[in-house]
């Protein structure tokens, strides 16, 4: 599977990459779980080595941080 999320919007997925969803608006009434986001992404059946999914609330910063650090760890881990 190389597409994930809107078909038309043809989002790329590049195997053996590392992948992060900061799941933003998380202080919105309403807003998927972490779970409720990775099923309805389908992320398990992804080709990529790792996924992270983190809610995060961007107007306070919450998980930002530790997202891009998790990010950065993870692309240092293979190399790139």
């Known amino acids: 599977r190389l597409f994930f999320g809107d078909r038309k919007k043809k989002s790329l997925i590049v ?12 202080d919105v009434e309403g807003a998927l779980d972490v779970d409720q986001i990775e099923a309805a992404l389908d992320l398990q059946d992804l080709p990529v080595r790792r996924y992270k999914v983190l809610p995060s609330v961007a107007t306070e910063g919450r998980n930002l941080k530790e997202g891009f650090l998790w990010m950065v760890a993870q692309l240092h881990e293979y190399g790139y």
């Not at 195997?15 to 998380?26: E, F, G, R, S």
């Open 15 to 26: 195997p053996d990459i590392p992948l992060l969803v900061l799941a933003n608006k998380m």
